[in-house]
Structures are given as C-alpha cells and as structure tokens.
C-alpha cells in the first residue's frame, strides 16, 4: 500500500490508531469497533462497518457513524459488493449503488448509503471479511481514501492474527465475545436480537430485553483501582449468566452495562420477576482480595410484541426503563449502590 500520498497529520492518526488497538490487546471486537470509529472520522465518511464472511453470509460486527444502528445486519455474500470483496480479494469502491449492478440494493437503501469503499480483511492468507466505509452521498471516495481505508484494514488483519495466536483458534468467537467476562459483545448482542425478534414474528412468541447497568463501579474503581474494578464487572457478569437459560442470552455492551435477551417469555409478570432474582443475586456480598465489595445494578425491560417489534424502539424503552429505576435511587447513600427492588 503506498503511502506517499497520505499527509503527516493521517499517518499521525495512523499510528494512533495502532498504538490503542496494543492497548486493547485480544479484545478483537474492541479493537473493530475502534477502527470503524476511526475510518469514519478520518475518512470523513457517513459511517463505517467490519463485516465478517460467516458462510453464505456478510455480518455487520462492528460499526459507527449512521451504520451504527445496523449492527448485527446480514447480507447475502452473493450479490453485494462485500461478498464480492471477499471473493476478488482487493479494493472494490461504489460511487452510487442506485446504479451499480454489484451492490445489495436494498441493504444500501435500509442503512442509508449511497456510496461506499471497500477493502478485504485478511488473515493466514485467507480473506476473512471486509472494512467499508459509506457515504449517503455519490461519488464521496478517491485515492487517498483507498490507500488509508487499506492501512486501517491492515491494522485489524494485525489485531486477528496477535488475538487468534495468542487467546484463541477461533477467530469468530474472539470477533463476538467481549474479552473481560468472555459473555457474548455489542455486535453479537445485535445479531442475536434481530434473530430473536424475526423468529419472534413468525411464531408469534414473546422476546423479552433486559438493560443492566451496573450501580457504584465508579466507587469501587476510584478506591480499590481497576483491577478491583474489572472482578466486579466479572462477578456481576457471572450472576448475570446463572440466572439464564441454555436459550437466553447476555451481554457486555460497554463499561458497565449489559445486555439479556430471554426468548419465549410467557409475560411480563415473569420477566419482572426475573429482574427481580438477578438483581437480589448481584447485590449478594462480593469479596475482592479480602475487602467486601457492594455491587448492584438497576434494571429495565421491554418485552416484544407487547412494547413494539422494532429492535431500536425495544432497546430505548429498555433503556428509560433502567434510567427511572436508577433515578428513584438518588436519595440513597452516596456511593452506596443498590439494586432493583
């Protein structure tokens, strides 16, 4: 990849970039998320996605900008321009998809592009997936964005390779699964939800999305350190998955809050109930390196079909819902945390 046409200031962030993705280590869908985030700040794109070939299909693993709403997304391989990337194994570029006969033409009308910039993603000489970057705009890609959009990719072929080799043969698994607690990430979290609720559809069953945050991890952070800090987003991590079933599923989302979807609910009593045996479990005394931890998290949920069928507006209720729980807290103690009741 020539370099010569890129400024100082883009190398700069280049090698910016490459000095985080060390800091991030293993986390592979930390460091995919990085790069989108990076590419379309510094390519001035709409948004940006790393899709990894996953059978017949293209899947949305990591994304920013206005892409981000569609993670998880599925494209057929045959019949997209990513799929085409993967199979031709170099830099393909689409200056308006109403007019290439390459592209998903409904996938780039339902994420809201117009053009895009593609390049392939290789690992063990095998290309294993794609960075795109997408403009809602025609024509918005030239040279130099090919030539940084190949340096970024290069970036996260190094990251595959140093995760792969040293944490893990699965490449997949190390792609979805957040490194810290090894629950499943954002991405997988996404997938599985837009899954769930299409499965949902066609049975007519009830999905039910639960948005834990943790309450009093900062406390725990500025006091013990963040050693203390990451047993507690463990432990918490680990009673969150003792109150799930085989078919459920949880995340880390970020930080200190996670994500439950529970399939086939029976109704909203239930769910509650359940926020209920998870939040006693979490504020269960924790002991780190023989001084007692408090930990708690508020809850919220939203249940499908009962509070919509779109995946945005289940989360967002979700979300105010744990909001209002955390809220009615306030008056407790300062740096006590507590737990839905």
Avoid: W
Avoid at 97 to 110: F, G, N, Y
Avoid at 184 to 191: C, E, P, V
């Amino acid at each position: 990849m020539n370099e010569a046409n890129l400024s100082p200031a883009l190398l700069l962030e280049v090698i910016k970039t490459q000095t985080e993705i060390a800091r991030l280590g293993v986390d592979l869908g930390s460091v995919m998320q990085l790069v989108c985030q990076r590419a379309s700040g510094l390519i001035a794109a709409g948004g940006a996605v790393v899709e990894l070939a996953e059978g017949e299909e293209m899947v949305y693993r990591a994304a920013a900008g206005f892409a981000e709403s569609t993670l998880g997304l599925r494209l057929k391989r045959n019949g997209s321009l990513s799929g085409l990337c993967v199979a031709q194994d170099h830099i393909l570029r689409c200056d308006d998809s109403e007019l290439d006969d390459r592209v998903d033409r409904a996938a780039c009308r339902k994420v809201g592009l117009r053009s895009m910039l593609v390049v392939p993603l290789r690992h063990d000489e095998e290309t294993v997936g794609v960075l795109k970057v997408m403009s809602a705009k025609v024509s918005a890609f030239g040279e130099q964005d090919e030539q940084l959009l190949g340096l970024l990719s290069d970036l996260i072929g190094a990251a595959i390779h140093h995760a792969v080799k040293f944490a893990s043969d699965d490449l997949y698994y190390r792609a979805t699964h957040d490194a810290l607690t090894t629950l499943a990430n954002r991405a997988l979290f996404f997938d599985r939800l837009r899954q769930q609720l299409a499965h949902s559809s066609r049975k007519h069953c009830k999905v039910g999305i639960l948005n834990i945050d943790m309450d009093g991890l900062k406390a725990i952070n500025d006091n013990l350190g963040h050693r203390a800090g990451d047993a507690a987003i463990c432990e918490v991590a680990s009673r969150i998955s003792a109150e799930l079933r085989a078919d459920d599923l949880a995340a880390r989302m970020g930080g200190d809050e996670f994500g439950v979807i529970l399939s086939g609910v029976r109704d909203r009593v239930s769910v509650e109930q359940k926020c209920a045996l998870m939040a006693e479990r979490i504020r269960t005394p924790f002991e780190f390196e023989g001084r007692p931890l408090c930990l708690g998290a508020s809850i919220g949920l939203a249940i499908s079909p009962e509070d919509g069928t779109q995946m945005e507006q289940l989360i967002e209720i979700a979300d105010q819902a744990m909001y209002s729980v955390k809220h009615a807290r306030r008056g407790a103690a300062a740096g006590v945390p507590v737990a839905l009741a």
